[in-house]
Nanobody, 122 residues
């Protein structure tokens, strides 16, 4: 499967943004989908994930209550809705897919899309 993230941009603090992750050459329904981010000078970190069978969702502490991950298997697309954005959310956001295993483990994701840059500043 190939993944392509989009929807990033430069926004002011407090606004919302929804990122999309479109899958091609494969069905997104077969995978656990995760979103990760990498801020300048920092390591990539887990943001959120959704499982493939029962659509359970998992979030990093900083994302709980502000971010929502979802998937639309009919559109072969996953989403990350981000509300109340903060300057510290500035990062490159990437989506990734894996067949099974821990949703939190970055190194277990087999497929990665190119990221989309989110810049939060006033």
């Amino acid at each position: 499967v190939q993944l392509q993230a989009s929807g990033g941009g430069q926004v002011q603090p407090g606004v919302s943004l929804t990122l999309s992750c479109v899958a091609s050459e494969g069905f997104i329904s077969r995978y656990i989908i995760g979103w990760f981010r990498q801020a300048p000078g920092k390591e990539r970190e887990f943001v959120a994930a959704v499982t493939k069978i029962d659509d359970l969702t998992y979030y990093a502490d900083f994302a709980k209550g502000r971010f929502t991950i979802s998937r639309d298997n009919a559109k072969n697309t996953a989403y990350l809705q981000m509300n109340s954005l903060k300057p510290e959310d500035t990062a490159i956001y990437s989506c990734a897919a894996r067949y099974a295993g821990s949703v939190f483990g970055i190194h277990g994701y087999e497929y990665w899309g190119q990221g989309t840059l989110v810049t939060v500043s006033s």
